[in-house]
């Protein structure tokens, strides 16, 4: 029913900045939550942002250096990182709600709330 794919993650020094995107495609009109995860080496998947429609919602830690935006017409739903930490190094991943657990709740969610994943892109903050 949707498929998403990650693009744009890549190495660099603390500080920096990258923008990650992810291409939605859906096979239904149905509106969706959108969300980016982050699993730093040896923990578990956590929510860094989410998005329905115009709505973002952002994890605590990181609500004052990241951005989510989502772009309809193009499928795409982006995710800004600005003043890169060593701590933000993880594997990011696209995620997708068709039960619209983000806007119901106001908040990311948890990685049970999303139905489907893409493979995920890769960041790397050196120090």
């Known amino acids: 029913q949707v498929q998403v794919a990650e693009s744009g993650g890549g190495s660099v020094q603390a500080g920096g900045s990258l923008r990650l995107s992810c291409e939605v495609v859906r096979s239904t009109d149905r509106t969706l939550c959108l969300a980016w995860f982050r699993q730093a080496p040896g923990k578990e998947r956590e929510g860094v942002a989410a998005v329905y429609g115009a709505n973002p919602y952002y994890a605590d830690r990181v609500k004052d250096r990241v951005t989510i935006s989502q772009d309809i017409a193009k499928r795409m739903v982006s995710l800004q990182l600005n003043d890169l930490k060593p701590e933000d190094t993880g594997m990011y991943y696209c995620?997708?709600?068709?039960?619209?657990?983000?806007?119901?709740?106001?908040?990311?969610?948890?990685?049970?709330?999303?139905?489907?994943w893409g493979q995920g892109t890769q960041v790397t903050v050196s120090s």
């Open positions: 995620a997708a709600d068709t039960r619209l657990t983000c806007f119901r709740t106001r908040r990311v969610g948890r990685d049970d709330d999303y139905e489907f």
